[in-house]
């Protein structure tokens, strides 16, 4: 049974920084793929960032280029979303997400997704 499972969301202030981590179990871990994603109230989910298989190759949503770093360590099966200078607009669910293809996505085609993490930046 694959489960992803988030942590490291809370409350920050704005210009402040937080680290979420997602755990992978029952996935071969370096066969996939892994992204973040966000949802804010009232809002459909978007992609965030994205990380290859190996972890040489990145991408990132263009409101948060700069700010945030994905990252992987497959010898711990958990990939990781440095967030800095947040800003209220950050606010939101976070979500990671495993998909079993080569191509970061930012489309929601992925197979696994976790619970969630609430990330709520205060102004």
């Known amino acids: 049974q694959v489960q992803l499972v988030e942590s490291g969301g809370g409350l920050v202030q704005a210009g402040g920084s937080l680290r979420l981590s997602c755990a992978a179990s029952g996935l071969t871990f370096n066969n996939y793929v892994m992204g973040w994603f966000r949802q804010a109230p009232g809002k459909e989910r978007e992609f965030v960032a994205g990380?290859?298989?190996?972890?040489?190759?990145?991408s990132y949503a263009d409101s948060v280029k700069g700010r945030f770093t994905i990252s992987r360590d497959n010898a711990k099966n958990t990939v990781y979303l440095q967030m800095n200078s947040l800003k209220p607009e950050d606010t939101a669910v976070y979500y990671c997400?495993?998909?079993?293809?080569?191509?970061?996505?930012?489309?929601?085609?992925?197979?696994?997704w976790g619970q969630g993490t609430q990330v709520t930046v205060s102004s």
């Open positions: 990380i290859n298989r190996s972890g040489s190759s990145t």
């Open positions: 997400a495993a998909r079993s293809g080569w191509t970061v996505l930012r489309s929601l085609t992925y197979d696994y």
